[in-house]
């Protein structure tokens, strides 16, 4: 029996179909010499099934400088897709091990040739540049995008079978909802009318739909200011430098407030802040419901707490839209706290989470695959970035903002509001601004660390926006050594294009591109990708998780109100509050879903699902990514003993890759 010269290991990719009964012929090419044709085959054995990995053992001719190989298939068998994803060869005389990542389907009698490591920039002397071409060509067809509403973010036509979710990260929220409801109980408390605000707090249970820490605190100002810090709407506050012309508040009203200080002495101090939302006016609600366009103003105090000054509900100054203050009367300026959050989380679920992390990441991890090869050092940075995304968009807006769907029923906007909401701000929405975190800080004026002290937000979410940039300018360095390299990159010159496209014209049309369509320098590019990932991963973790924290408790951050806002300062008692909020089935239902949404179901940022980077100097820079995302996690934690309130939402280790829930 002839001894063994190689042995190959053939991983198949845990996609639907993905398994084949199809034979599979290799190839193995050198610098010198090529092997024979080898049959891969195990005689009795299932080879190439779904999420399998094949070991044979082959006696061939002796090739030990494999520079790629050759694979191909035929179409015996009932089911002869395949989807491959990786083959490792060992050359048993020299000890070398050589690496092919396919991350392909594999279409019977055509010849794959990879290279070892598969990494490359496009080049016209590349002699598999064919192959290439032929591959995005057919990646064009199969990732269309387009706008689901005029003035939308584009997305893809049709979701290609690619994007599903693999067997071990099955995401059904229908069945999940019902699994909660029968495991918890919990709907045998949600018969009849509250009793008082007391009696909220008696629906839950230990475990599943626990009491989040957000019932504790929700009628403290202190908590209702931490709220613009510390939870998901985290980058919307500013630093006033003049007060909003809409807002009708006066020394005399605040200066008791203010701890004695005027309006013009708290902003020269840079202790005065505040949240102005003109855009929400006018936006579509649910049925009757209503929507206000309010003003928050907010002053930090000599304890550095960032504490509420004045709310006016809509921007007209008038007799009808007075400035609430905290000296008003208990359940009055409680009223207007409520309002002035239900607008605030709709702007929350509208945009900062589904429109600034979602539908933004969607369109560009769709030009993505259109324009860059498997083989582009780029895309195999995105990649696990991207991961269920498509997935889950098709998922969560087939579901939950689909018409008479839970934002219909849950939340005041609806689906229209939340879509008009969207369209409003992504025409202002820059990656180089809002994109950008130290710009987007410093837009707002919070940049300075010395500025609104207790930002947690920032001072997490800064430290991790610099190692992914470094992750990724020590990535670009090995493929770009010049700006002519990045000039003459067909490829990544085609993505920026697509990238600032109008979505009319097939394009993400996002604005504020470095280089506005055509990348000049590898810095350019670093601060396009350092956006994209640190969207994908660490915003969408700081919009995300603490939802249920928020919403779980609907008076410390309802989605939706019954009634009118108040229009004056009357003496209001607490069973305003109560008739204010949602119903208990519509409490029950947003509390399952943002249990739901909380949950984190994906590796940790820097633990990447799928492995694409295999060249050993890039290994390198994500061994120090990693290594890096560690020290920042372990420095998160003990400063997280201090924190009051803890912020363990940018934990690297509670920040997933990609946007998959």
């Not at 975190?437 to 610099?466: H, I, K, T």
Request: charge should be negative.
């Amino acid at each position: 029996m002839a001894s063994t010269t190689h042995t190959v290991w053939v991983t198949t990719g845990d996609k639907k179909h993905a398994g084949t009964d199809a034979h599979v012929s290799v190839r193995f090419h050198g610098d010198k010499s090529s092997t024979n044709v080898i049959k891969l085959d195990k005689f009795f054995r299932n080879d190439f099934e779904r999420g399998q990995k094949d070991t044979f053992n082959l006696s061939t001719k002796e090739v030990d400088d494999i520079n790629h190989i050759e694979l191909w298939r035929d179409s015996v068998g009932l089911k002869d897709e395949w989807y491959l994803d990786i083959v490792e060869v060992l050359c048993r005389k020299s000890g070398q091990k050589f690496v092919f990542p396919f991350h392909r389907w594999i279409k019977s009698g055509y010849h794959y040739r990879i290279r070892h490591l598969d990494t490359s920039l496009p080049s016209d002397t590349d002699p598999f540049k064919e192959q290439r071409e032929i591959e995005l060509a057919e990646m064009k067809q199969l990732y269309e995008i387009q706008a689901q509403a005029p003035g939308l973010p584009g997305q893809v036509k049709n979701l290609p079978s690619d994007e599903n979710f693999s067997d071990d990260y099955q995401w059904d929220i229908l069945t999940k909802k019902i699994n909660l409801k029968l495991t918890s109980k919990i709907q045998e408390h949600f018969t009849g009318k509250w009793k008082n605000l007391e009696d909220l707090k008696n629906i839950y249970t230990k475990e599943s739909l626990f009491l989040p820490d957000s019932a504790h605190h929700w009628k403290e100002d202190e908590y209702f200011g931490s709220q613009r810090l510390t939870k998901v709407n985290h980058s919307v506050i500013r630093l006033c430098t003049a007060i909003p012309t809409n807002l009708a508040v006066t020394d005399d009203m605040v200066k008791t407030i203010i701890e004695g200080l005027s309006l013009q002495q708290a902003i020269d101090a840079k202790r005065l802040f505040y949240i102005d939302y003109k855009d929400l006016e006018g936006v579509p609600c649910s049925g009757d419901r209503m929507l206000c366009a309010p003003i928050g103003l907010f002053f930090v105090n000599k304890e550095k707490k960032l504490m509420p000054v004045a709310i006016q509900l809509n921007q007209k100054p008038g007799e009808d839209n007075p400035v609430f203050l905290p000296t008003d009367p208990e359940y009055t300026w409680l009223t207007a706290k409520l309002w002035f959050n239900n607008a605030d989380c709709s702007y929350h679920q509208a945009f900062t989470h589904l429109g600034a992390t979602h539908l933004m990441m969607e369109g560009t991890a769709v030009v993505t695959n259109r324009n860059l090869s498997r083989s582009h050092p780029v895309f195999k940075l995105l990649a696990p970035h991207f991961l269920y995304l498509l997935a889950i968009n098709s998922r969560a807006l087939g579901e939950l903002v689909s018409p008479g769907g839970w934002v219909d029923k849950s939340m005041s906007i609806g689906r229209l509001g939340m879509f008009e909401i969207v369209r409003r701000e992504v025409r202002k929405w820059r990656m180089d601004v809002q994109g950008t975190l130290p710009n987007d800080l410093e837009s707002r004026g919070v940049l300075d660390e010395n500025v609104l002290p207790g930002y947690l937000y920032r001072e997490d979410a800064l430290p991790l926006y610099n190692i992914i940039k470094k992750y990724v300018g020590d990535y670009l360095a090995i493929y770009y050594d010049s700006p002519q390299k990045i000039q003459g990159d067909k490829e990544i010159q085609g993505w920026a294009q697509e990238l600032v496209k109008p979505v009319a014209e097939g394009g993400c049309g996002v604005q504020g591109v470095p280089g506005k369509g055509k990348f000049q320098t590898i810095d350019e590019l670093t601060i396009c990708l350092t956006s994209i990932i640190f969207t994908c991963s660490v915003a969408h973790a700081a919009t995300n998780f603490a939802q249920y924290d928020q919403y779980g408790f609907p008076p410390a951050y309802p989605a939706a109100m019954n009634g009118k806002p108040p229009a004056d300062k009357s003496p209001l008692k607490e069973d305003c509050v109560l008739n204010a909020l949602p119903d208990k089935a519509t409490t029950l239902d947003t509390m399952i879903i943002t249990k739901i949404l909380s949950d984190k179901g994906t590796n940790s940022l820097g633990d990447f699902e799928v492995q694409y980077i295999y060249d050993p100097a890039a290994l390198v820079v994500v061994e120090e990514f990693r290594h890096d995302l560690k020290k920042l996690s372990l420095l998160i934690k003990e400063k997280n003993k201090q924190r009051c309130p803890r912020y363990p939402w940018l934990d690297p280790e509670e920040v997933p890759n990609a946007i998959s829930i």
